[in-house]
């Protein structure tokens, strides 16, 4: 049973379509993270959400927008996709935001490929 | 803001042999948790090894240790008995309560036969 799901795994798509990855965790977390893994395999924190609510929004374009329909779901909607968006998107969760002792558990990953 | 520094970039190391990555970051916080992940080509991100800053002692788990120095700000993974299935990226991470965990830049570690 996998914790934290993402799907899909792979993505290739044209420059200027939207797409959407969507992420479920069954772990009974509170606090749900996006990350962006870069070509140079750096990890950069892009949205946080706990309990559906907003708390981390870093300098990430306006195109990306995620969506929390119940603390269990955490999906992310990319608009007028571009090449630099390429990259390997996490999903993770923590207990919430406050208990991070045990860190944060991921998901396998989205490799999204804009051509 | 806190930093995470990893300055080896690659490291090799015979199978059966023991290897440490390096590690330092850079707080204000006195109360915080570290953590070493493994990501492997499957790109699986999976939770080595935790430490938290208040515990004096070097947590071990198996073939994994650390070295905390908690006033150098180091927070070194030492891997005994290196196999083959420890090669991966190996990423250390620094979190504080309220706030999103931070990675360094990776060490790429590679075991050879």
């Known amino acids: 049973d996998t914790a934290v799901s993402q799907t899909p795994k792979y993505l290739v798509t044209q420059m200027g379509n939207d797409k959407s990855i969507k992420c479920e965790q069954n772990?009974?977390?509170?606090?749900m993270y996006w990350y962006k893994q870069d070509s140079k395999k750096f990890l950069k924190i892009m949205f946080s959400?706990?309990?559906?609510?907003?708390?981390i929004n870093e300098t990430v374009p306006n195109r990306f927008s995620p969506k929390s329909p119940d603390k269990a779901h955490l999906n992310l909607h990319i608009n007028s996709l571009e090449l630099g968006d390429s990259a390997v998107y996490f999903c993770a969760s923590s207990q919430d935001h406050f208990r991070v002792y045990s860190g944060y558990t991921f998901g396998s990953g989205t490799r999204l490929t804009v051509v | 803001a806190q930093t995470v520094t990893q300055s080896q970039p690659e490291m090799s190391v015979q199978e059966a042999e023991t290897v440490t990555l390096s590690c330092t970051y850079d707080?204000?916080?006195?109360?915080?948790?570290l953590f070493w992940y493994k990501q492997p080509p499957s790109r699986q991100m999976i939770l080595v090894i935790r430490?938290?800053?208040?515990?004096?002692q070097n947590a071990t788990e198996n073939r994994f240790s650390v070295n905390f120095q908690k006033a150098a700000k180091s927070f070194s993974l030492k891997i005994s008995d290196s196999q083959l299935g420890d090669t991966a990226m190996y990423f250390c991470?620094?979190?504080?309560?309220?706030?999103?965990?931070?990675f360094g830049a990776g060490t790429r570690l590679t075991v050879k036969p």
């Open positions: 707080t204000s916080e006195n109360n915080y948790y």
């Open positions: 772990l009974g977390h509170d606090t």
């Open positions: 991470a620094f979190v504080h309560n309220n706030n999103d965990m931070r």
């Open positions: 959400y706990n309990n559906k609510e907003l708390i």
């Open positions: 430490q938290e800053a208040y515990k004096q």
